[in-house]
């Protein structure tokens, strides 16, 4: 039966589970005592809701606090093992997945290397399903225990009613492939497993809001600078946790040509691949056979050698202009949105972050209009490498949490609205 609101009682029921496991989750653990006024639920309700958590196995005691003069309070905590969920990140040079605890522990990981320039989507496809396999098989998981698969893809993720989740990434050659249902058409997974599909700028991005350094800001933006460079926008303004193609800005009039075919774009600047492709041009020479992560590695090395050591100087040159480039790129950011911290995060930012951050920042508020650039903060992400499989395993999670902790997997026509909406809600809390 519907009220006023049109909230039926199981509405209400779901939103005042959802209320307890979120507190419990990001606060816990908490007294029955402390959950009424944490989630502004009557002491009866949090009974109640307890009581059905710890029945369904979701929620366990973890301990007891004295109270003021009566009876030892217990504490309660979200059961780690109630639940798993596997975070895949489909990144330029490999295909990681990671399987997690409802916590967030990861309990096992693999990797799939991708040949660059090289990204069948059939192959990519065939490394998830493999992937998902064998991090089971490594913890001893059993599928059924699955919430949901999360996967941060580049490019844009259209999610269709008829397809699912189409990618459209136009630096490795996607034109509107069908990944939900090229793993569907494998699928190993039993039927109520569901896939949540994302852009992986976002997931990172997801990952800083609830975990790392984005936590308790409202305007905020998190870069993923790898191969190429992408952002996570978080404001009130634009919609929350929106993926932005902040690389295909162009930042050069005719300038040197992006993967994406476009003239002049940062990413054909400041992304590691055309990074260490203009060193090359500039007389570099970075070891043969390399990956990029090694050929970075070795670029930083000679232009930011030792102490007591000269620095190459074509080293140096390129990486002080491609900080310059993301420093532009950056203002562009600040001045169209505001934010009040801006985290670098990916591979590749990870890596250069250490050397090239301070002058990074400095040309940021240079190029920038004054009053945004007084108040934005420009650090690196606090998640570390691993922060896209964080942030796809966070998909699943949070249509867990809408759900008020019950399975369900989206239909068709509703393609996992509740956990955008959950993710929404967090990054604002």
Not at 180 to 190: I, Q
Not at 339 to 350: N, S
Request: a negative charge; one cysteine or more.
């Amino acid at each position: 039966m519907a009220g006023r609101n049109g909230r039926t009682v199981r509405d209400l029921r779901r939103a005042n589970r959802t209320a307890v496991l979120q507190r419990l989750y990001f606060d816990g653990p908490l007294s029955r005592f402390e959950l009424g006024p944490a989630t502004g639920l009557s002491s009866g309700s949090v009974s109640n809701v307890v009581a059905d958590l710890v029945a369904d196995g979701l929620v366990e005691e973890a301990g007891s606090v004295d109270s003021d003069g009566g009876r030892p309070r217990t504490l309660l905590r979200v059961a780690p093992g109630s639940g798993h969920m596997i975070g895949v990140d489909v990144g330029e040079t490999r295909v990681r997945v990671e399987l997690f605890d409802l916590t967030l522990t990861e309990l096992a990981r693999t990797e799939r290397p991708l040949v660059p320039q090289h990204y069948d989507a059939a192959v990519v496809a065939g490394h998830i399903r493999d992937g998902i396999d064998e991090v089971l098989t490594a913890a001893g998981i059993a599928a059924d225990r699955l919430l949901g698969v999360g996967i941060g893809v580049p490019g844009i993720v259209e999610h269709t009613s008829a397809r699912g989740a189409v990618v459209h990434g136009q630096t490795i050659g996607w034109n509107a492939v069908p990944l939900e249902a090229l793993l569907r058409e494998g699928r190993r997974l039993p039927d109520p497993v569901p896939f949540f599909i994302d852009n992986g700028a976002r997931t990172l991005g997801q990952a800083e809001m609830w975990f790392g350094g984005g936590r308790g800001a409202r305007n905020a933006v998190v870069v993923l600078f790898g191969s190429g460079v992408g952002a996570c926008i978080v404001t009130p303004e634009v919609e929350h946790g929106r993926a932005v193609e902040w690389g295909h800005l162009t930042v050069r009039v005719r300038g040197r040509r992006c993967r994406c075919g476009a003239l002049g774009c940062l990413e054909a600047y400041a992304g590691a691949e055309s990074l260490l492709e203009r060193w090359r041009e500039a007389g570099g020479q970075p070891p043969e056979g390399t990956d990029e992560e090694t050929a970075l590695t070795a670029m930083l090395a000679v232009g930011y050698p030792e102490a007591g050591a000269e620095p190459d100087p074509v080293a140096l040159a390129v990486l002080e202009e491609t900080a310059e480039y993301l420093g532009a790129g950056l203002s562009d950011l600040i001045n169209l949105f505001q934010p009040e911290r801006i985290l670098i995060g990916g591979w590749a930012g990870l890596q250069l972050g250490p050397h090239i951050l301070p002058a990074v920042r400095r040309h940021a508020v240079s190029y920038a209009l004054r009053h945004p650039a007084e108040k934005v903060t420009v650090d690196l992400g606090r998640l570390g490498p691993d922060a896209v499989t964080v942030g796809a395993a966070i998909l699943p999670l949070a249509d867990f949490f809408a759900r008020g902790g019950r399975r369900q997997e989206p239909t068709p026509e509703e393609p996992a609205p509740a956990w955008r909406a959950a993710l929404e809600e967090r990054a604002l809390h």
